[in-house]
């Protein structure tokens, strides 16, 4: 069991790990210096975080290797936030349609550009 | 490490399931780690929850307001030398920044079971330099932003809570960095003089599980604040 001694793990897949993450955080930039909007927008920068997130805490942060009382642990509590997401973005969209429908606010309304 | 001897061989290989029921059943101890990496584990996943609320306060203000929500691309594209503003190039940089640290740490906690002190030692101070310069782009960010006149109550272009929702995660974020950069000279001066030589190197990986961490959620704050 390699938890007892210490994660002991060959250098290769650090390395490997490394570059991947490089070439996502590469993707995901070009996502936005490509102008990709709406639902692929979305989607890839979405696919793009969780694969990061993924590798960081599987192989850099050894949880694949870990007993899964310990990954469990690790990742179970974290998963409630998505019923927390879930309520909150119910609630905002609640709140914003409130005030389209109230207050008469324009929800289409387009930010200032930025002049640098 | 005195756990490691009273572990039973037989309990300790069942793995996945069976192995969990077994960990969870047992009279002593419920986690086969060293104690200091369990309940780096556990602020860990209690910092998770604290970054989690402004994440998700930041998706309900965001989602609720009517007014426009400014454009990132634009406010943190850069110029360099008189040239057209390049978009976001800044967070990218930074990004590259700490995925980098990140790479180093990971290589340092390896050199730490090898024992190769030196390597474990410049490994880490490579990491910290690459965590205070993430930092110094980020001052350098912010001195941008409150030039332009970003404050937490408003700014020129749209949602007055952009401000609020800027400085509040990435200033969080950068004293968790700035922390982190800390807590590793600290642990490296440790490793140098030859303090662990006895007791073994899982202070290495332990250290390195706060650094990820930390990247881990800038991984989320680039996704959500400056992306989407």
């Known amino acids: 069991m390699s938890s007892a001694s210490g994660q002991q793990h060959p250098l290769g897949i650090y390395l490997k790990v490394w570059i991947l993450l490089f070439v996502l955080s590469l993707f995901s930039y070009m996502v936005d210096y490509l102008h990709v909007q709406g639902p692929l927008r979305w989607t890839l920068v979405l696919l793009f975080m969780a694969l990061k997130a993924g590798f960081i805490m599987a192989i850099f942060m050894h949880v694949v290797w870990e007993r899964m009382a310990l990954a469990l642990t690790i990742l179970g509590p974290p998963s409630i936030l998505l019923l927390l997401i879930l309520l909150m973005a119910i609630e905002g969209n609640y709140t914003e349609s409130a005030r389209v429908q109230y207050l008469g606010h324009d929800p289409f309304a387009a930010p200032a550009h930025v002049s640098h | ?228």
Not at chain 2, 122 to 131: D, H, R, W
Request: glycine letters at 8%; aromatic letters at 18%.
């Open chain 2, 1 to 228: 490490m005195s756990h490691s001897s009273t572990m039973d061989e037989a309990e300790l290989s069942q793995e996945g399931l069976n192995g969990l029921v077994k960990d969870w059943s047992t009279d002593k101890q419920t986690y086969h780690v060293p104690w200091g990496k369990a309940m780096m584990w556990i602020f860990l996943v209690s910092d998770t929850f604290i970054f989690s609320c402004f994440l998700v306060g930041y998706m309900t203000v965001r989602v609720s307001t009517t007014d426009p929500w400014p454009l990132a691309t634009e406010v943190f594209a850069l110029s360099f030398f008189g040239s057209d503003p390049i978009p976001l190039i800044l967070i990218a940089l930074m990004t590259f920044v700490l995925i980098t640290s990140s790479g180093t740490m990971a290589l340092a906690v390896n050199y730490g079971y090898r024992r190769d002190r030196k390597k474990t030692v410049l490994l880490m101070i490579a990491t910290a330099a690459l965590g205070a310069t993430f930092v110094g782009m980020q001052a350098f960010e912010w001195s941008k932003l409150i030039g332009y006149g970003v404050r937490p109550w408003g700014n020129p272009w749209g949602a007055p809570q952009f401000g609020s929702v800027f400085y509040m995660v990435t200033g969080f974020h950068g004293l968790h960095v700035s922390a982190g950069v800390i807590y590793l000279l600290v642990v490296a001066r440790k490793v140098w003089r030859g303090d662990y030589e006895k007791k073994g190197y899982e202070i290495v990986e332990i250290t390195g599980l706060y650094w990820h961490f930390v990247d881990l959620v800038w991984v989320f704050i680039f996704a959500f604040f400056y992306l989407l």
